[in-house]
């Protein structure tokens, strides 16, 4: 009889419940409920509906009572850097403002004036993003100081679900890295940097490594869904939980965890955190294993989302992708430049920064979208330049893992532009990282070693030439 497990997904625009199990040695996915996701206006400021996205979480599980397939546990992976602060009662303070705001506008600065950038890239050797959440909470401490003095706790809003399922409270530590307020030496919380920045110290749970057992589900919850599970912490960054999914084991390997921001790097054993680190803009965040992703984040298909939503909404991504191939138009733009973060029209600003260079203006989907798959796989062929500098290691290949694994149009420019032979897939590489966390953690596979040789098997892996 199988023994299946549950994957919830959540990304910045859907998420979905995806469940697997074990068969002849492969890996199994079943798709089991899907439902949207964005960030609304609340209180003039962009949040998360956490709310709806709970109710989404016990409906889903529900289709799997429904269909008969208990999960013998389950895992939730989100974006990362936002959180959720509760007071006394465990009641929710405030929205759960999203990263895309205009909040930390300037709060870095501030930081620096207790910290300087230099030395705050030492201690944690996290690339600096305005929106992490060491940025986010000084928003919070400058213009709504009343909330932090009420929190007793901080959840980063995977753990925030997990709460609300168990009852029990915990930080995970792929995620909890991302905040820019861990050291990459002891793996646990600065406390030291976090008393400097006036941030209230109790309100930072206990870190957890991914592949922890956090508890059952509460009798509340047992009664509304009809089953009980274990929950087991996976990486519940979701890019943590891609990366655990790179069909590979080779011990120097290149990855594109590519949805709607493009994440690409290595993985290292100890943490850069060296200034011509720093000066590259590279990242240290925390992964399966105390193993360390060293990336950067590039804007990604956010980009060819806004300007389908824009220009082309019933259009398939596929279509997309096919007609970019068929353009004629060699504008470029740097996908790393802010404007790009969350303009009132991408197609727009598209536009104005090829104006801006002299270079030709695109017009319609095809073009637009031409124009944003070349200029992103210029930026991977810097990136892979930069990290070959860094590391000293020339690299073979590329393992494009996620939804842009589809892309064929984006990963033929990835291979000629790099240099590099590119393998594409898994697709659902989040999920599957997700649900090889939990299959670790029972025992059915010894390792993420024994979980990558799983996945190179199970799923198709398409090779473009350099």
């Excluded at 549950?6 to 990304?11: E, R, V």
């Excluded at 790009?340 to 203006?361: D, H, N, W, Y």
């Excluded at 590329?398 to 291979?415: D, F, K, R, S």
């Amino acid at each position: 009889m199988e023994q299946y497990y549950l994957a919830i997904d959540i990304g910045a625009s859907s998420g979905r419940h995806i469940l697997g199990h074990m068969e002849d040695g492969k890996m199994v996915l079943e798709e089991m409920y899907r439902f949207p996701n964005g960030m609304t206006e609340e209180n003039g400021q962009k949040s998360w509906n956490v709310k709806a996205l709970f109710r989404a979480i016990l409906e889903g599980m529900k289709k799997c009572k429904e269909a008969g397939k208990i999960p013998v546990s389950m895992g939730i992976d989100t974006w990362a850097v936002d959180f959720v602060l509760l007071d006394k009662k465990n009641k929710m303070l405030g929205d759960a403002v999203g990263y895309r705001d205009s909040r930390t506008a300037g709060m870095d600065e501030k930081v620096y004036e207790i910290i300087p950038e230099e030395k705050l890239y030492e201690r944690t050797g996290i690339q600096k993003q305005i929106f992490n959440t060491i940025y986010q909470l000084m928003a919070v401490k400058s213009n709504n100081p009343e909330i932090l003095e009420h929190a007793e706790t901080m959840l980063m809003i995977p753990e925030y679900f997990n709460y609300l399922l168990t009852g029990e409270k915990a930080s995970e530590y792929t995620n909890a890295t991302t905040t820019q307020l861990v050291s990459p030496e002891t793996k646990d919380w600065d406390y030291e940097l976090i008393e400097m920045l006036g941030y209230p110290k109790q309100i930072f749970q206990k870190i957890k490594k991914p592949g922890t057992v956090l508890g059952n589900l509460t009798k509340e919850i047992q009664k509304e869904v009809g089953f009980d599970c274990e929950v087991v912490l996976p990486a519940t960054h979701d890019t943590g939980s891609a990366v655990m999914a790179v069909p590979t084991n080779e011990d120097n390997i290149i990855y594109i965890s590519s949805g709607t921001w493009s994440l690409m790097g290595t993985e290292l054993k100890q943490a850069d955190c060296s200034p011509e680190s720093r000066l590259h803009n590279f990242t240290n965040e925390g992964g399966y294993a105390y193993r360390f992703r060293y990336l950067k984040n590039i804007m990604g298909l956010w980009m060819i989302q806004s300007a389908r939503k824009e220009l082309e909404p019933k259009q398939g991504f596929g279509e997309i992708c096919e007609a970019a191939a068929r353009a004629d138009i060699a504008s470029l733009v740097d996908c790393n430049d802010d404007r790009f973060l969350a303009p009132q029209s991408m197609t727009e600003e598209v536009q104005k920064a090829c104006a801006e260079t002299g270079q030709r203006i695109p017009e319609g989907i095809a073009e637009t979208a031409c124009v944003i798959y070349n200029s992103l796989a210029q930026c991977y062929a810097q990136t892979i330049r930069e990290i070959e500098e860094m590391s000293e290691i020339t690299y073979e290949s590329i393992h494009v893992v996620g939804g842009g694994a589809n892309a064929a149009y984006l990963n033929e420019l990835t291979a000629k532009a790099t240099g590099k032979t590119v393998y594409a897939g898994p697709t659902e590489a989040t999920a599957i990282g997700n649900l090889m966390a939990q299959i670790i953690a029972a025992g059915e596979l010894e390792n993420l070693q024994a979980a990558r040789k799983c996945i190179f098997e199970s799923f198709e892996i398409k090779k473009y030439e350099k």
